[in-house]
């Protein structure tokens, strides 16, 4: 890795790493006495790891020229190997608190094992380990085969994957030691908060650094999600995260916001989050990997643009909708509501659009499970979006809020559509990237879509029953005018499905390990010298002059 | 500019426009896409002119319906309160008794009852009122501040050992730890409160019994009574029944001579309206009936 750098890279990721350690001893002693100061202790520890492995790297010989004409994949490599791991920790430590729920007293009494340290350990790890990495990971890959252009430099998409690394690394083990700002998906403290700007925008100059030196005269629809994904989620992860420390040496802070402007800005992030995090980002991802596995070109591109805008506009106005019959003014919440109905027909638009862009290749979704994985996540996508719409309506979700009925229509999302595109895309990518011929084993593919499948209904069904009987029984009212049932009631209820959506979700995390499996092992396997480059046109890469391009 | 090119599948031609290998069809919006966005745009909108919607400087539309959640709460509140009041009128008006009496009235108790015990005492007290360790069974006959409607209605309203000014205090004394009582003697009259309710045990030295008999009565009767049948002057236990909060064994008895105890119940004075604690009372009441 250290070799593909140059010489003056490898001097500028020795500076950066220097500064950080700095940075990091500077907070260990700040913070002695404070989880702060253990957070202090692991940058430390992962710069002096960096340090090391540059140096043991420094005196290899400059890369050569000739680099320039291919793209460059290491990052992309070394970012789906660890998406895959925190896809592993993430779902296991799901299926974890899954458990826990069925049986709340298995936490070995240890504060760390408690069900409200781990689940963010969950949701972190799934969101933003997993998609995260895959994201950053295949952005990197479509970036450059969709502009022709290699990316600028070797060290910047290294530091944005290290760094994004080191701010997941942070954030789980704060969630462990207590430390939290406690808003959803926004847990991290102050610093880490900071620390994932400076990689973010380094993040977004990458991107936009690499569309300036695109060979192609036009941006493929992937790009304009990736990017929308990009610039949208650092607009919304600065403004949440605004808060006040109360020292430096301490890792607590305090929201500048209070009370129901709090709660807004919580849910404006919250909701673009589940938006431009888990919809913009993956569409990215299936506008590319999609055609390109079923060979087919994209159904409409007039659908693209009028689902891109749509989507991006409508979302912005619908995290209301999180806060329904709150002490939000009801005008809020009719301005979510509403906006949450409209997005319903960009949303149906970008799965439609999927969908008909497999016309012409069914044959190939029944025989191949990598294709497959993307269908299904497109039908789940759209089936997601048309409950969450539907969610969204103010009586409905007054059954619907609080409840597991939520939870059934994330994991519809996050199961269906998320981690099943993410799927997809990783399979087809593995075997262009390490250039082998197929995965290791087609048949563990289909091993993994069964169980996948499986586990996602399952689990989605059982949150179903669960949520609505839960939320039947809260509003309930006997012939004297009172509650029928109390909420152990309640509980005692949903005990069975809360079993049942832990066995759908070991379902689910098997599937996620055996997927791994199958990936080491095709990077172990042969490569064969025939596919070399099978998948890009043309096959020189980014050098290949402007002259190649067709039609032009 | 462009290279265009008709797909053979669809029919429809290509933008002209490709990257790395991938094409896109210039296939027109279907119409029932535009049908579909209307459709949900006139909602929207008929849903902004008949509920409040926009902001406007320091107010905002509030929508030709009037519609305001605020006001509906209160009245949804109200109206409930009024359907209730049928009952729950005589119930705050009248005496125990004669609610007891009112078969009707006790359905009300029973069904408001159950949800109301759900929701504030079967953390402590679980699901079916039997209790658990440290948590008295509230359905037997044996009770520690009695069990007459007024007294389990005083209970809750004041605590044990509570914050509450007039909370009942009772204190079972730590005979082994604060030195009033030897081990040895321990171990007697832990053998003794044992043959109470289990006069049959194997494992019971008679002549232990007999010596636990006489520290008995100069040391716990005054709390415990002469046969050790409690007080509920006092919140001491009956020790010759079956129900025991802390445990009947050898070993549970003696850690509760040797440490004492002092259980904890809150007082609901503000946490529940009288009707509520009333009901709660009556619905204790009736359970044990229920049970028996
Ligand atoms: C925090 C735990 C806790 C909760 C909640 C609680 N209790 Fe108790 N309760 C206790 C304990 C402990 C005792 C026994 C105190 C003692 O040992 O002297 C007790 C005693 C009682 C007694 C006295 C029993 C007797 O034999 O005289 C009654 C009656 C009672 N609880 C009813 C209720 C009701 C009704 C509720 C719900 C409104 C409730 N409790 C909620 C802990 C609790
Ligand atoms: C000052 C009054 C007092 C004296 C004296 C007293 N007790 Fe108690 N005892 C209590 C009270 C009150 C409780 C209930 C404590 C509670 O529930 O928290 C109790 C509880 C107990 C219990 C536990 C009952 C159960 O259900 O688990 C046992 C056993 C017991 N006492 C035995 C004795 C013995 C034996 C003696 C004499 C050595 C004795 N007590 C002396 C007041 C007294
Ligand atoms: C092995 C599979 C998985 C299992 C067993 C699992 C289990 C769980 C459980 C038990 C919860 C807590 C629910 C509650 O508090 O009631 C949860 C929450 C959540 N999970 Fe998962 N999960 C899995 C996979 C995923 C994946 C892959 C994602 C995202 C890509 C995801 C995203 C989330 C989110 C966003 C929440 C929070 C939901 C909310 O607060 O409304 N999960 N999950
Ligand atoms: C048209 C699109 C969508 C709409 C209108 C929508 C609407 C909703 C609504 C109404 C809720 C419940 C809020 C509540 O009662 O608390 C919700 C929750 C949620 N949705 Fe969606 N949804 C959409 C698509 C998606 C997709 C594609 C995902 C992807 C995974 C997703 C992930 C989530 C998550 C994670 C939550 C839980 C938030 C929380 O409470 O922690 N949604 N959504």
């Not at chain 1, 700040?30 to 100061?37: A, E």
């Not at chain 1, 519809?412 to 993410?422: D, H, N, P, Q, S």
């Not at chain 2, 459709?39 to 519609?67: E, H, N, Q, S």
Request: one cysteine or more; hydrophobic letters at 45%.
């Amino acid at each position: 890795m250290i070799a593909q750098l140059t010489k003056s890279e490898r001097q500028s990721a020795l500076v950066i790493l220097l500064a950080l350690a700095v940075v990091g001893l500077a907070m260990a002693a700040g913070g002695r006495h404070d989880p702060f100061g253990v957070h202090g202790a692991i940058v430390l520890l992962a710069a002096i790891l960096g340090i090391f492995g540059v140096i043991s790297g420094y005196y290899a010989p400059e890369p050569s020229p000739d680099r320039l004409d291919s793209y460059y994949d290491s990052p992309t490599k070394f970012g789906i190997i660890v998406a895959m791991v925190w896809a592993v920790i993430g779902m296991a430590v799901g299926d974890w608190v899954a458990w826990l729920l069925a049986y709340p007293e298995w936490t070995f009494d240890a504060a760390w094992a408690s069900f409200g340290r781990l689940r963010p350990v969950h949701t972190s790890g799934v969101i933003f380990g997993f998609g995260g990495n895959a994201l950053i990971a295949t952005s990197f890959y479509v970036m450059q085969r969709t502009t022709r252009a290699r990316l600028p430099d070797q060290l910047t998409p290294w530091f944005v994957l290290f760094g994004y690394n080191l701010f997941c690394i942070i954030a789980a083990t704060g969630y462990l030691m207590g430390v939290t700002q406690s808003r959803e998906y926004a847990e991290p403290e102050w610093y880490a908060d900071i620390w994932l700007v400076i990689v973010w925008v380094t993040y977004f100059i990458l991107y936009m650094r690499v569309l300036a030196r695109r060979q192609e005269p036009h941006i493929y629809v992937a790009n304009w999600y990736y990017l929308a994904f990009i610039l949208v989620v650092a607009m919304l992860h600065i403004v949440n995260n605004l808060a006040m420390p109360i020292s430096w040496g301490s890792a607590k802070s305090y929201s500048l916001f209070s009370g129901v402007q709090d709660a807004m800005t919580q849910w404006w992030y919250g909701h673009n989050a589940v938006a431009f995090f888990l919809t913009s980002g993956f569409l990215g991802m299936m506008y590319y990997y999609m055609p390109k596995r079923a060979g087919r070109p994209i159904y409409s591109y007039r659908m693209s643009i009028i689902s891109f805008w749509g989507i991006t506009f409508f979302y912005m106005w619908a995290g209301s909708h999180h806060l329904h019959y709150t002490a939000l003014p009801q005008w809020v919440q009719s301005l979510g509501m509403t906006f949450s109905v409209m997005l319903l027909v960009p949303s149906w638009v970008s799965a439609g659009n999927a969908l008909m862009t497999l016309n012409g290749a069914w044959h190939k979704v029944r025989d191949d499970a990598t294709l497959r994985f993307m269908m299904v996540a497109a039908v789940f996508y759209g089936l997601t979006t048309f409950e969450g719409s539907f969610m969204a309506i103010r009586p409905v979700n007054s059954l619907s809020h609080y409840t597991d009925w939520t939870i059934g229509h994330v994991h519809a999302g996050a199961l269906g559509w998320v981690a099943m595109i993410t799927f997809g895309a990783i399979y087809a990518s593995v075997p262009w990237l390490w250039k082998r011929e197929s995965m290791y084993s087609a048949k563990l593919v289909e091993v993994h879509f069964w169980l996948a499948l499986a586990g996602t209904v399952i689990y989605v069904f059982a949150m179903w029953n669960s949520g609505i009987i839960q939320g039947l029984m809260w509003r309930t009212y006997n012939e004297s005018g009172t509650l029928a049932y109390s909420f152990v009631d309640s509980l005692v209820a949903m005990h069975p499905y809360y079993i049942a959506r832990a066995v759908g979700g070991a379902f689910f995390l098997l599937g996620a390990i055996i997927g791994f499996y199958n990936i080491l092992m095709t990077i172990r396997s042969a490569p064969s010298v025939e596919t070399q480059n099978a998948a890009d046109f043309p096959v020189t890469g980014p050098a290949a002059a402007p002259a190649l391009q067709p039609g032009e | 500019m462009g290279h265009f090119e008709r797909d053979p599948h669809t029919g429809h031609m290509t933008t002209g426009h490709e990257w790395n290998g991938i094409t896109e069809l210039n296939t027109p919006v279907p119409k029932v896409i535009w049908l579909f966005l209307a459709c949900t745009v006139i909602f929207a909108i008929g849903y902004w002119i008949l509920m409040p919607t926009w902001p406007i400087g320091r107010t905002y539309t509030k929508g030709l319906l009037g519609d305001d959640v605020r006001h509906d709460v209160a009245q949804s509140v109200k109206q409930a309160a009024l359907d209730r009041s049928v009952w729950s009128a005589r119930i705050e008006k009248e005496s125990f008794a004669d609610i007891q009496k009112d078969p009707r009235l006790m359905d009300a108790v029973r069904e408001t009852g159950r949800a109301l015990f759900g929701d504030n005492c079967a953390a402590c007290h679980g699901r079916n009122a039997q209790g658990g360790k440290g948590f008295p069974n509230l359905t037997t006959s044996s009770w520690l501040w009695g069990g007459t409607p007024e007294a389990i209605f005083q209970t809750l309203t004041v605590g044990i050992n509570s914050a509450h000014p007039d909370t009942r205090t009772s204190q079972m004394p730590a005979f082994g730890k604060d030195g009033m009582l030897p081990r040895a003697d321990i171990d007697k009259v832990v053998a003794f409160v044992r043959s109470l309710s289990q006069p049959n045990a194997k494992d019971l030295d008679p002549t232990k019994v007999a010596a636990g008999k006489e520290l008995f009565a100069a040391n716990c009767a005054s709390c415990h009574g002469e046969n050790a049948t409690g007080n509920t002057e006092m919140g001491a236990p009956n020790l010759t029944d079956a129900f025991w909060i802390y445990g009947g064994d050898a070993q549970s008895i003696e850690t509760t001579l040797w440490n004492g105890r002092q259980g904890h119940m809150p007082t609901w004075e503000n946490r529940l309206s009288e009707l509520d604690r009333k009901i709660l009372a009556l619905y204790l009441v009736d359970l044990r009936k229920a049970d028996k």
